[in-house]
């Protein structure tokens, strides 16, 4: 996680070290569903609009990139 991620969302790193997004209800099921439906589809998931739920409860619009992760020299 990143700290712009984290301010985002009003978590300290810490409060998000070792959870889930499941765990924290960051995303809702139906979002989590489409994400994992166009990852199982294509590999990646890219500009899927979606709400993020900040640790205040109030929800934040984006738009969802999502794929296995891309390392240097590797």
């Given amino acids: 996680m ?3 991620y984290l301010r ?7 409060e ?6 499941v765990a ?3 995303f809702s099921a139906a979002d989590r569903a489409r994400m994992a439906e ?3 589809a294509q590999g990646f998931a890219r500009g899927l609009e979606g709400d993020l739920r900040r640790q205040s409860g109030h ?6 990139r ?5 390392l ?3």
């Fill in 72 to 74: 240097e020299g590797g």
């Fill in 8 to 14: 985002m969302l009003g978590y300290e790193r810490a």
């Fill in 59 to 64: 929800a934040a619009a984006v738009a969802c």
């Fill in 2 to 4: 990143n700290d712009s």
């Fill in 66 to 70: 999502a794929g296995p992760p891309e």
């Fill in 38 to 40: 166009a990852i199982s």
């Fill in 24 to 26: 924290l209800g960051i």
């Fill in 16 to 21: 998000m070290l070792g959870r889930t997004v």
